[in-house]
């Protein structure tokens, strides 16, 4: 009897140990890279937040986004950006001001040289050359950047919101 209430006793206290491990893991904002169950998830950068919580007015009857200068956009499913953005997705883009409002992790559209029509990819780098700013960009989906730096004049909006 004293033998089965030790086991109990150690089992308990592993099944605790384990599961206020599984809680810390979980809640760590690296959880889906490091938890074992979950595999490998590729850490991909988040855009800058450019809509503050106090310009989302949600009513019954419909959404109101204080944003000035906002301008829809659609996408082409050329699979660059798959699972974000499909042919069937609307967007919503802000024309920046200035290369100080692109972020890496944004995405932003811009006018390239190698295609008919603009781009939209995800800035992976900015920095400053012997020309200016610039930004180096990819598709999600995509092996590598796209050629070439994109200066802030190539820029036509930074991606604020996708609705679905």
Do not use: C
């Not at 996408?75 to 660059?80: A, E, N, V």
């Not at 781009?119 to 930004?135: K, P, Q, S």
Request: hydrophobic share 45%; aromatic share 8%; net charge negative.
């Amino acid at each position: 009897m004293n033998k089965l209430l030790i086991i109990a006793f150690i089992a308990v206290f592993l099944a605790g140990a384990l599961s206020t491990s599984l809680i810390a893991t979980i809640n760590d904002s690296n959880a889906l890279k490091t938890f074992p169950f979950f595999g490998t998830a590729q850490d991909v950068l988040s855009p800058a937040d450019h809509i503050k919580e106090d310009q989302i007015h949600v009513y019954q009857n419909k959404v109101v986004l204080d944003v000035a200068d906002a301008s829809w956009a659609s996408f082409t499913d050329t699979k660059s950006m798959d699972p974000l953005l499909d042919s069937d997705s609307n967007g919503i883009e802000i024309k920046p001001a200035s290369s100080s409002e692109i972020k890496t992790g944004d995405i932003i559209s811009y006018a390239s040289p190698y295609v008919n029509g603009l781009v939209i990819h995800r800035v992976i780098e900015t920095g400053i050359d012997d020309n200016g700013w610039y930004a180096v960009v990819k598709g999600d989906n995509n092996p590598s950047a796209d050629p070439g730096k994109v200066r802030f004049g190539q820029v036509n909006g930074v991606l604020i919101g996708v609705i679905y």
